[in-house]
C-alpha cells in the first residue's frame, strides 16, 4: 500500500473519529438543556413554532373540520398563541404540532391516555428527561408538512431510483480503482464528486419540499426506535407500530437533523457527494405506501407523549392547577379562577348557572375575569387542566366576540364586525350545539339606544337556548332590562385624593359605580370640564333625558 493510498484511509478514518467525537459532545450538551429546562417556563426560540406552521399541520390533520374546533376569533380573543407558548416545551416539532391541535379541541380527546402518561412521568422524572432527550435530538423543523405526506406517501416517488444508485456508487468504486489503476482512479474520483455534487444541487432545488417531508418523518421513525426503549404507558403500541417501519431507519443517516453543526455539514458534504437522500427516499416510499396506518399512528403516539411531557411542567410551573370534572348539567362552578398570563393575577370565583351580565367601571377587571373563565374552560377540555383549585363544567364548544377591529379593506365597520361575530355564534346555538358563550362589551360599535335594544333582545333570545353566555358591559340599563333572564356580578373601585383603586374582586349584583368623571380629575383635567360633565351626568340621571342648550 502506497502513500498516497495510506493518505486516502487515514482521511476517512479522522472524519469518522471527528464526527462520533461531534456526536457525543453535541448529546451531552443536548442532555444537559433540557435537564436544566425542567420545572420553567419554556423558552421561546425565534422561528420556531411559528403559528403559521403549526397551523398548517392542524389544517392538513383536518381537525378544524370536525366538531368543537376552536375558531380563529375565539382563539384570538383568549390569546391562544400566548398560552400555547406558556405550555410549550416541546423540543420536537411532533410535540408542538400535537399540543398545538389539542389546544385548539374544545372537545377534549384521550383525555384518559393523556392523564396516564402525565401521571406515569410526574412519578418517574428521569424517564420524562430522557424522552424529551430523544426529541430535543429530533429537534424542531417548521413548516415540515408530514401531516399532508402521510395521506398519501405513494404519490410521492421521485425520478429513478435507479440511475441515483448508479450515480450514488461511482465515487465509491472510483476509490476502489485508485488502489487498482492509480491516477486515473482519482481523475475518475474528481469528475464523479463534481458531477454529482452540481446534480444534488439542481435537484435539491426541485425537489426541496419532498425531501424536507421526509427528511423530518424518517427522523421521527428512529426517533421512535430510542423512544420504544422507555418504560411508559403507550411502550407497546409504538412498538407495535414501529414493527413495520422500523427498516426505514436503516435510512436515517441520509435525512439527518440539520443543525448547522460541524457534523451536519460533514453529512451534508457525503449526501452531495454520494446522492444518499435520493437514493433513500424512493425505498422509504415504497414502506411508507405499505404502512401507511403505523406511520400515521406513531406520528400520533411520540406526539401524545411529548405532548403529556410539556403539560405536566405546565402544571408544574403554574401557582396552581386542577383536573376538571365534567357534569352533564349546564353549570360551572370554580375555586379561585385566575388569569395565566397576568405576572400578580387576581383569583376569584365562579358560579355560572344562567347567563350573566357583568358590569364595572373602565380598568375594573370584568373583561380580564371573562378571559379567565373562557380560558380556563378551554384548557379544561383539551388538556384536562384549569387555573383553578377545583373546576367544573359540561362538555361545551367555547366561543367568544371581544377584540374586534374595523376590517378598512373589506369596507367593514367595527359594528358590522361585531354583528358578524355574534352571529357565528347564534348559528352554533341553531344547530343545537352546547356553547359557552363570551362576548365583551357586546354591540359597542353603535349609537347607545340601538345597542342597549339590541343587545337586550341577542343576550334574551341566548337565555332560551342550549348555552350560557357571559356578557361584559358598561350599559347599566341592561342589567334592570335582563334582571328576569340574567344573573349580575359586578366589579368595583375607591376613587380617592391619590387616584382609583381596583381589588379586582367580583361582587355580586349589577354594578353602582362609574368611574370616568373621577379618572379626568385624578388626570388634572380643568375643573370647568370636570364640573359641567358632573352636573350634566345628574341631570340625566335624574330626569332620564339629556339637558338641551337653552337649558
Not at 256 to 279: C, V
Not at 413 to 432: D, H, L, N, P, T
Not at 481 to 501: A, M, P, Q, R, W
Request: glycine content about 6%; charged content about 25%; proline content about 3%.
Amino acid at each position: 500500500m502506497n502513500q498516497e493510498q495510506l493518505f486516502i484511509l487515514g482521511v476517512i478514518g479522522f472524519i469518522v473519529v471527528l464526527l462520533i467525537g461531534i456526536k457525543i459532545y453535541n448529546d451531552i450538551q443536548l442532555k444537559k438543556m433540557v435537564t436544566l429546562a425542567q420545572g420553567r417556563f419554556p423558552r421561546v426560540i425565534p422561528g420556531k413554532d411559528r403559528e403559521k406552521s403549526l397551523k398548517e399541520a392542524l389544517m392538513a390533520s383536518e381537525e378544524d373540520k370536525k366538531e368543537g374546533f376552536v375558531d380563529d376569533l375565539t382563539w384570538s380573543d383568549l390569546d391562544g398563541y400566548a398560552i400555547f407558548q406558556m405550555i410549550n416545551q416541546t423540543f420536537s416539532s411532533i410535540g408542538a404540532e400535537k399540543l398545538y391541535k389539542r389546544l385548539r379541541q374544545s372537545f377534549g380527546k384521550d383525555q384518559d391516555k393523556l392523564e396516564n402518561i402525565i401521571a406515569y412521568f410526574k412519578e418517574h422524572p428521569k424517564e420524562k428527561v430522557e424522552a424529551q432527550w430523544y426529541f430535543a435530538q429530533l429537534g424542531k423543523k417548521d413548516h415540515n408538512f408530514v401531516e399532508s405526506y402521510l395521506k398519501n406517501p405513494k404519490s410521492q416517488e421521485i425520478g429513478n431510483p435507479f440511475m441515483y444508485l448508479a450515480l450514488g456508487l461511482l465515487p465509491l468504486i472510483s476509490i476502489i480503482l485508485i488502489f487498482i489503476i492509480g491516477g486515473t482512479g482519482v481523475l475518475l474520483l474528481i469528475a464523479s464528486i463534481l458531477f454529482n455534487v452540481v446534480y444534488y444541487f439542481r435537484k435539491k432545488n426541485i425537489l426541496e419540499t419532498e425531501l424536507a417531508s421526509m427528511g423530518y418523518l424518517v427522523q421521527t421513525i428512529h426517533c421512535a426506535k430510542s423512544m420504544q426503549k422507555i418504560k411508559q404507558p403507550t411502550q407497546e403500541e409504538i412498538k407495535q407500530n414501529l414493527k413495520p417501519l422500523e427498516k426505514i431507519t436503516k435510512f436515517a443517516f441520509s435525512f439527518a437533523a440539520k443543525s448547522n453543526s460541524e457534523a451536519d455539514m460533514f453529512m451534508e458534504y457525503l449526501n452531495m457527494i454520494f446522492l444518499m437522500p435520493f437514493i433513500s427516499y424512493n425505498f422509504v416510499v415504497k414502506i411508507l405506501g405499505k404502512h401507511q396506518e403505523e406511520a400515521k399512528n406513531l406520528w400520533e403516539l411520540l406526539g401524545d407523549v411529548e405532548s403529556a411531557g410539556a403539560i405536566l411542567n405546565f402544571r408544574e410551573v403554574m401557582p396552581y392547577t386542577c383536573q376538571p370534572q365534567f357534569v352533564k348539567d349546564m353549570a360551572l362552578k370554580g375555586r379561585d379562577v385566575y388569569h395565566p398570563l397576568l405576572k400578580e393575577p387576581v383569583s376569584n370565583n365562579l358560579s355560572w348557572e344562567k347567563n350573566t351580565l357583568v358590569t364595572g367601571s373602565n380598568a375594573s377587571g370584568k373583561s380580564t375575569y371573562v378571559k379567565s373563565v373562557a380560558i380556563s374552560c378551554l384548557l379544561a377540555q383539551s388538556i384536562n387542566t384549569a387555573l383553578a383549585q377545583s373546576f367544573s363544567m359540561p362538555q361545551a364548544l367555547v366561543m367568544s366576540s371581544m377584540a374586534l377591529e374595523d376590517n378598512i379593506f373589506e369596507g367593514e365597520s367595527y359594528f358590522v364586525a361585531e354583528i358578524k361575530s355574534v352571529k357565528r355564534i347564534i348559528e352554533k346555538v341553531k344547530a343545537g350545539v352546547p356553547v359557552l358563550c363570551f362576548i365583551d362589551e357586546i354591540l359597542k360599535g353603535t349609537n347607545t339606544i340601538e345597542r342597549i335594544a339590541a343587545s337586550s333582545s341577542i343576550v334574551s333570545w341566548l337565555s332560551e337556548k342550549n348555552l350560557l353566555s357571559f356578557v361584559a358591559t358598561h350599559d347599566i340599563e341592561l342589567t334592570e332590562i335582563l334582571k328576569d333572564k340574567c344573573d349580575n356580578v359586578h366589579f368595583s373601585e375607591t376613587v380617592g385624593e391619590n387616584g382609583v383603586f381596583f381589588d379586582y374582586k367580583l361582587k355580586q349584583g349589577p354594578s353602582k359605580t362609574r368611574n370616568a368623571l373621577a379618572l379626568l380629575k385624578v388626570m388634572n383635567y380643568p375643573s370647568e370640564i370636570v364640573d359641567k360633565a358632573k352636573e350634566e351626568a345628574s341631570y340625566f340621571e335624574k330626569n332620564k333625558a339629556w339637558k338641551t342648550l337653552e337649558e
